[in-house]
Structures are given as C-alpha cells and as structure tokens.
C-alpha cells in the first residue's frame, strides 16, 4: 500500500507540475533510445550516442537495456548520469533486462529520483513507465517473486487507464515486447524476444494482454491516442510501427551493430543501418508524430 501511494503521489505530483507548460505553437522533439548499449563493453552505451546533443530534444526516452551490466558498478551510473541527466524531468526510462540483472536496482532508483515504474505528466499527455521485467515472458508458471512490487505495477496502470481524461495521449514506454499475439504473422519476432504469452502477477492466470488491452481499448475509445514504444529491438527489425484495428500504435526501436559481425550470435539476423526514433509534439494541436532517423547521420553532425 505504501508503495502504490508513493507513485500516485509521485504521478499527482507530475500531472500537477507539467500541466501548465508548453501550451505556444512551438514543435517539440523527444528521442527514444533501445537497447542502446555497447557490446564491447558492459558498462558503456554504444558510442555514436555519446556524441549526441541531448539538449537539442525536450525529452530522452530510455527504452531499456542501456548498458550490458547497468547496475554492476556505481560508476556506471554516473557514467549514464553525465549523458543522460537521469534526474532530470526530461529524461525517462524504462528498464530492460540488462538493467536488473545484477540486482542492483536500487542504484537506478537512487540516480534517478523516481520508482522503477510510474507514470508523468509530460506537454499534455501521460507517460506511463513500465518495468516489463515483472511481467514473466515465459509459458507455464510465473516467477514467485517480487510479487508486491508485480501487484503495485498493475494496479497503477489500472488506475490511469480508468482515470485518464484530460490527456491527448497516453504513451507507454516498455522494454519487452507486448500483444505479440495480436501483431500480424509477419511482424511476430520484429523485436529481440517475443514472447507469445505474458504474465503480470504471481497469480499464474494473469495474463496481460486480456487484461490490458481492453483496457487500452477504452482509452482509446474515450479519444486519448494510446502509443506503446518498446526498447527491446534492433537484432531482429530496426524500425517498427503498426496500428491496431482498434488504433493504438505499437512502436519498436533500438540498435545493435556494435556487435562484432564477426563472432554475432545466430538470433542477430539484421545489420541494416541502426535507427532512433523521434517523436514530435505540436502543443497546439496537441499531435504527435514520428519517424526513425539514421544513427550513423545523426552522430556525424
């Protein structure tokens, strides 16, 4: 209980602070970052990203799996501090798997000031920040761990889906991939794990997608544009855009060709161009859209 307060006070908190900004005429620009992380090195991101200019995007959207071994070694996230501003209102991530593994979470959380996952008010929208590690990817009985932290996620994300009104969008930023199911054939292994099926809590019938995605479908019913953007992508697909029968778009993108072309594990089958996505927002109308731009041209400004 005291956890699902901290991040609805934390949501509140952000709704509240961000509602009365950037109502001119003037054209955002937000970048998404998957998978962003150097194979050479576990505590490193990919190097083209470090010669960004991040000031030049009003936010940075992490998608996950920043670093190999993220929460190894404490310097790794100052590293990831000096680049990234982790404790900066502009700056969101959502965690991959990479960013877990060594159990160290708390290092993230203490960088960036926030819980694992919550939602913020950002230029008249909501954005809701997963932590899809918690959702269990695998057929059969789901892990008996961190079964608060699984119940919590869930019941904020039940809590903006039945809330929300005021918002143009609700944009879901997410590692692993969600609704493979519902995606067509062609598109079934686009990102690096599709896992047909996801559980969201200890309790072995809970399944995402018949849970969420009416959830969504509400929301997008009650004319609240729903965008999922997943970070875990770039072996298999480096862009990704599809919109449902119902009109929610799923989004994938992340990059990977630092990996040695050399000595690649056999589920890297793509080495086309490395893509980011960026996002632009028009605070009047209240529009977002999007196109993947490549990495390479971007680093070489």
């Known amino acids: 209980m005291k956890n699902i307060k901290k991040i609805a006070l934390f949501a509140c908190f952000a709704f509240v602070f961000g509602y009365s900004a950037c109502q001119d005429d003037s054209e955002l620009h937000y970048i ?11 505590t ?22 920043v ?25 969101h991530w959502t965690l991959g798997n990479h960013d877990v593994m060594f159990g160290n979470t708390e290092r993230i959380s203490q960088a960036t000031g926030r819980p694992l996952f919550y939602s913020a ?9 997963l932590n899809t590690n918690l959702f269990w990817p695998y057929p059969g009985r789901p892990a008996q761990e961190y079964c608060e ?33 519902l995606k067509p054939e062609k598109d079934a292994d686009a990102f690096n794990l599709n896992p047909e099926f996801l559980q969201a809590t200890c309790d072995s019938a809970s399944w995402v997608t018949p849970w969420l995605y009416p959830r969504l479908t509400s929301v997008q019913q009650r004319g609240i544009q729903v965008v999922l953007i997943g970070g875990d992508f770039g072996m298999r697909a480096k862009t990704y855009a599809y919109q449902t029968p119902e009109g929610i778009w799923l989004l ?29 927002r028009k605070s009047k109308n209240r529009s977002l859209s999007w196109h993947f731009a490549d990495l390479d041209s971007l680093a070489a400004r």
């Not at 490193?44 to 799996?65: I, K």
Request: with cysteine; proline share 5%; net charge negative.
């Open 32 to 42: 998404f970052l998957g998978h962003p992380y150097d194979w050479h090195d576990g």
């Open 44 to 65: 490193r991101v990919d190097p083209r990203l470090e010669r960004l200019d991040y000031s030049a995007f009003n936010q940075v959207w992490l998608g996950g799996d």
């Open 67 to 91: 670093c190999s071994r993220t929460t190894e070694q404490p310097q790794t996230l100052a590293y990831l501090d000096s680049l990234f501003n982790l404790d900066s209102p502009r700056t």
């Open 121 to 129: 008010w950002v230029d008249d929208m909501v954005v809701l920040v």
């Open 149 to 181: 932290q699984k119940k919590t996620q869930m019941a904020l994300i039940e809590q903006i889906t039945d809330t929300i009104s005021r918002a143009s969008h609700l944009v879901i930023l997410h590692h692993f991939a969600l609704f493979t199911e």
């Open 252 to 280: 994938g993108s992340g990059i990977n060709n630092s990996v040695d072309r050399r000595y690649a594990p056999d589920y890297v089958t793509t080495f086309d161009p490395d893509k980011v996505l960026i996002l632009h």
